[in-house]
């Protein structure tokens, strides 16, 4: 049974089915898991996590319906219990639509995705001439942009997979060529281009998560620091000194690639989150989302535009703090300079993540075709014009007014 982790773990779910009974007795009808554990039973019992199960005559001899619901494990062997012993009458195998790759020390990686992480890192999928020739040219574009703008600094941050920093947990051997690296011998030459992937290796505490594709909040926050500090924003270890940490046992989007689930401890910042200065939420999942906050007490007066991937929205828990406005468009990388125009920030973030690095991004991007595209199969509760609107309401001020801005530009795309 293929599934998503989500719609089984810890759910009890119904079951049913047919079975012959053997003509001796008694007997009743047992579920096991791999390891002999009973997780149901048409018995009494009463131990906990044993579900009971009805038993029904089908009208032909010794056949029986079962029905009943139940916690389902990995493996569930199905058969009648005997005098002498079980009986197995077949089994039921509950497996994730995908697959995270095994590493070592507890470590998951991505595998079978449409960006070919694996070969990627092995150094069989690397970038061809022509791309890289498209990345000099993205470079080349975003150094100009301070000339031909009023923003003060632009910076790209191609995120790193965690396999690029962590090699030695990877089940696979590291290519001694590869997309990041690549991308990274050229990028060193253009004034646009943060290395995340130096200053993230430098460090000897954990930064990404075990279970999880993404950067924990060590590595967020390490990355915050460095992207004020590239754009000329003074910003010292003294403004999250007071953050406090929680550490619980975290699933992560590769641990539900598992089933049961895959876990890992892991910190989580507990005193804040950017939902305490969020403005704006358009709710649209992965491309075509905007959100914008505010934060009176951040350590500058100035505005900060990035477009982003995943990895930003771990980065508005410290961003959101240093920069009093902060616009994240998701759009992995892809620059729409109408949206420059109408954000007008004093400063602009590109980023990516190393898997994407394949997809060269652009600075002549339509990011309205996408939010259209994107808002035609979102669903009909986040759809609704009145929750949309409900979402926009606040208070008067310039972010108002840049608000308004953004609501005028989904109505002109969305034709509402």
């Given at each position: ?112 995705d449409t960006n070919h992480s694996v070969e990627q890192f092995r150094g069989h999928r690397l970038l061809e001439n022509e791309q890289l020739a498209q990345w000099e040219g ?279």
């Amino acid at each position: 049974m293929l599934c998503a982790v989500e719609e089984v773990w810890g759910v009890l779910r119904p079951i049913e089915g047919v079975f012959r009974a053997p003509f001796f007795g008694p007997w009743k009808l047992v579920i096991k898991d791999d390891k002999g554990q009973i997780l149901a039973s048409s018995g009494s019992c009463h131990k906990e996590g044993v579900s009971s199960l009805s038993l029904q005559p089908e009208g032909k001899p010794r056949v029986f319906k079962f029905s009943g619901k139940m916690q389902m494990a990995s493996e569930n062997r199905i058969g009648l219990s005997l005098w002498w012993g079980f009986r197995e009458l077949f089994r039921i195998y509950v497996s994730p639509l995908a697959h995270a790759l095994e590493g070592s020390e507890g470590w998951l990686f991505l595998d079978n995705d449409t960006n070919h992480s694996v070969e990627q890192f092995r150094g069989h999928r690397l970038l061809e001439n022509e791309q890289l020739a498209q990345w000099e040219g993205y470079l080349k574009e975003l150094d100009k942009l301070p000339q031909t703008t009023k923003i003060r600094q632009v910076k790209f941050l191609p995120t790193p997979s965690k396999e690029d920093i962590y090699p030695q947990f990877h089940p696979h051997a590291a290519g001694k060529v590869r997309p990041l690296l690549q991308l990274r011998s050229i990028g060193t030459r253009y004034k646009s281009y943060l290395d995340p992937y130096a200053f993230l290796k430098a460090c000897p505490e954990r930064v990404f998560r075990k279970t999880d594709t993404h950067w924990n909040p060590l590595g967020a926050r390490l990355a915050s620091f460095e992207i004020s500090k590239a754009m000329g924003v003074e910003c010292d270890h003294s403004v999250f000194a007071q953050d406090q940490y929680q550490e619980n046992p975290e699933i992560g989007d590769l641990g539900v690639r598992s089933f049961p689930p895959r876990m890992a401890i892991e910190k989580r910042l507990q005193n804040f989150s950017y939902a305490k200065a969020l403005l704006f939420d358009n709710r649209i999942q992965n491309f075509g989302r905007i959100l914008i906050t505010r934060w009176e007490k951040a350590v500058t007066e100035h505005s900060l535009l990035i477009f982003g991937g995943s990895s930003s929205y771990f980065l508005l828990d410290y961003l959101s703090r240093i920069f009093q406005r902060v616009y994240l468009v998701h759009s992995a990388g892809n620059i729409d300079l109408a949206l420059l125009d109408l954000f007008a920030p004093d400063f602009l973030l590109s980023q990516t993540t190393g898997r994407f690095i394949l997809r060269v991004p652009s600075l002549h991007f339509c990011f309205g075709e996408v939010l259209r595209e994107k808002w035609q199969n979102t669903s009909s509760p986040v759809k609704s014009e009145a929750e949309f609107h409900a979402s926009c309401l606040l208070p008067r001020g310039v972010d108002g007014i840049v608000v308004q801005k953004v609501i005028r530009y989904h109505a002109q795309w969305l034709g509402f």
